[in-house]
């Protein structure tokens, strides 16, 4: 079982950058991979980015790549994602998620996900 919890969203101009944090319960942590989705007023929640136990193998959506990095601290039970250049279209409540498969863009292999951190960027 684990728990996930988000923190490090909020109000940010276009252009500017945040650091969204995942804490994870449990002591095996490392045997997770893990995802970061996202889901915006009206649509449906959208992969942004995974990565695998050891962080070694990275993976991002199309209009995240090159401005987001996804990376994890296994010793303290954290996935981060560093979000730069940030556009008014990033704006979506993110949730980060674990799974102990391989990690992938398809939301239905994760098994536990956080309740979520608003991310707002104004124009």
């Known amino acids: 079982q684990v728990q996930l919890a988000e923190s490090g969203g909020g109000l940010v101009q276009a252009g500017g950058s945040l650091r969204l944090s995942c804490a994870a319960s449990g002591r095996t942590f490392n045997r997770y991979s893990m995802g970061w989705f996202r889901q915006a007023p009206g649509k449906e929640r959208e992969f942004v980015a995974s990565?695998?136990?050891?962080?070694?193998?990275?993976y991002y959506a199309d209009s995240v790549k090159g401005r987001f990095t996804i990376s994890r601290d296994n010793a303290k039970n954290t996935v981060y994602m560093q979000m730069n250049n940030l556009k008014p279209e990033d704006t979506a409540v993110y949730y980060c998620a674990a799974t102990q498969r391989a990690p992938a863009a398809r939301d239905n292999i994760y098994n536990y996900w956080g309740q979520g951190t608003q991310v707002t960027v104004s124009s």
């Open positions: 990565i695998n136990w050891s962080g070694v193998s990275t």
